[in-house]
């Protein structure tokens, strides 16, 4: 079972950066899919960004394709996700989470999840 921990939430102005990590302890992402999250206030969770670990190949949400971008650092087990010119609207608690070798978007395939870190982006 992996252990996921996120960080590097906080409170930006819009059309700042913040970078979230996600660090695994128990295993490394070999042979894992890592996704990315979010869940805003009063709305379901839904997908962000995913890397395929073993590939490189990554995915993302329409609405922050070319502000966000998701890699990984094997020497840190870690999963990165650069978020840049941050808008209102990204307001909310990122996941991550993983799921085994093939790639998706639904929330539902993903089985071992974080705690979540929050992100704020004022106006």
């Known amino acids: 079972q992996v252990q996921l921990v996120e960080s590097g939430g906080g409170l930006v102005q819009e059309g700042g950066s913040l970078r979230l990590s996600c660090a695994a302890s128990?295993?490394?992402?070999?042979?894992?899919?890592v996704g990315w999250f979010r869940q805003a206030p009063r709305k379901e969770r839904e997908f962000v960004a995913h890397i395929t670990w073993s590939t490189g190949a990554t995915s993302y949400a329409n609405d922050v394709q070319g502000r966000f971008t998701i890699s990984g650092d094997s020497a840190k087990n870690t999963v990165y996700l650069q978020m840049n010119n941050l808008k209102v609207e990204d307001t909310a608690v990122y996941y991550c989470?993983?799921?085994?070798?093939?790639?998706?978007?639904?929330?539902?395939?993903?089985?071992?999840w974080g705690q979540g870190t929050q992100v704020t982006v004022s106006s």
């Open positions: 989470a993983v799921r085994r070798l093939f790639s998706s978007n639904s929330v539902l395939s993903y089985n071992s």
């Open positions: 128990g295993r490394t992402f070999s042979n894992y899919v």
